[in-house]
T-cell receptor, first 110, second 112 residues
Framework: KNEVEQSPQNLTAQEGEFITINCSYSVGISALHWLQQHPGGGIVSLFMLSSGKQKQGRLIATINIQEKHSSLHITASHPRDSAVYICAVRERGGADGLTFGKGTHLIIQP | ETGVTQSPTHLIKTRGQQVTLRCSSQSGHNTVSWYQQALGQGPQFIFQYYREEENGRGNFPPRFSGLQFPNYSSELNVNALELDDSALYLC???????????FGPGTRLTVT
């Protein structure tokens, strides 16, 4: 069973700061997802990665398959980025459901 | 294009009762996954349906069951409700089994 660990669990930063959220997992995967969850529950998929790096606007996601580690970066953070960020993985050869981390609760203060 | 929808939004049930939650997939998607999210925790995989067949199941007892219909909408049924079943239930649809998943807004179930 894959163990997905995220750090930090909680992060408070000032507007404009560069943010990094980390995710590590224990078993080989076929894909890693970064998701954003706002209060009230709605989840939005930000990235699906199997290698390398992806960028969307101010968001950058990287993955190192050999080290079983991924990072989500937010540049020029803004209060509207405040949300819970969740890392989830799909195991290689396993069921197609995702295994989730507990999430990182991010607050960006103006 | 319509996104993933779930009904109802909120539900209160009594221990021992049965509940049915519904999910409409995004247009063109043939795969639906269901997740349970307890307060303060990450979601847990319940099961996935692909083209009307169960395609994988997480560590949930048989009283959690599901269906997928020919139009690829889906139901999650929970029998003999327990207090610990109180959670946010999320469904996610995808174009195929291993594609990106698009989540619905969730159904918040409270069991008293």
């Amino acid at each position: 069973k894959n163990e997905v660990e995220q750090s930090p669990q909680n992060l408070t930063a000032q507007e404009g700061e560069f943010i990094t959220i980390n995710c590590s997992y224990s078993v080989g995967i076929s894909a890693l997802h970064w998701l954003q969850q706002h209060p009230g529950g709605g989840i939005v998929s930000l990235f699906m990665l199997s290698s390398g790096k992806q960028k969307q606007g101010r968001l950058i996601a990287t993955i190192n398959i050999q080290e079983k580690h991924s990072s989500l970066h937010i540049t020029a953070s803004h209060p509207r980025d405040s949300a819970v960020y969740i890392c989830a993985v799909r195991e290689r050869g396993g069921a197609d459901g995702l295994t989730f981390g507990k999430g990182t609760h991010l607050i960006i203060q103006p | 294009e319509t996104g993933v929808t779930q009904s109802p939004t909120h539900l209160i049930k009594t221990r021992g009762q049965q509940v049915t939650l519904r999910c409409s997939s995004q247009s063109g998607h043939n795969t639906v996954s269901w997740y349970q999210q307890a307060l303060g925790q990450g979601p847990q995989f319940i099961f996935q349906y692909y083209r009307e067949e169960e395609n994988g199941r997480g560590n949930f007892p048989p009283r959690f069951s599901g269906l997928q219909f020919p139009n690829y909408s889906s139901e999650l049924n929970v029998n003999a409700l327990e207090l610990d079943d109180s959670a946010l239930y999320l469904c996610a649809s995808s174009l195929d089994r291993r594609y990106e998943q698009y989540f619905g807004p969730g159904t918040r179930l409270t069991v008293t």
